[in-house]
């Protein structure tokens, strides 16, 4: 299954601010800053992986073939998007 270029680096963007967002989760546990506040942005970075994810899956189904291939490539998809719900 071939995914655009376009759609990996809007995929790699999404994580690279994910990847920022845990650097930043990590220096509020370090300075001891409250609980609430660093489960909000916990929240917020699994939220912005999950995007991710679905986005990827959304693109890999969408270009797959009708092949038994891409048959294949879809049911790992599908199966791939029922583990993160």
């Known amino acids: 299954m071939q995914i655009p270029q376009e759609e990996l680096d809007a ?18 546990v370090e300075e001891g800053r409250e609980c609430t506040d660093v489960l909000t942005q916990m929240a917020a970075a699994q939220a912005a992986i999950n995007r991710a994810a679905f986005s990827l899956i959304a693109t890999g189904i969408a270009n797959c073939g009708s092949d038994a291939e891409g048959i ?5 998809l ?3 998007f029922l ?3």
């Not at 995929?11 to 509020?28: D, F, H, N, P, Y």
């Not at 294949?72 to 790992?76: F, L, N, P, S, T």
């Open 11 to 28: 995929v790699r963007k999404r994580l690279a601010r994910a990847q920022g967002q845990l650097g930043g989760i990590i220096k509020m």
């Open 72 to 76: 294949a490539d879809r049911a790992k």
């Open 78 to 80: 599908e199966k791939a």
């Open 83 to 85: 583990a993160l719900s």
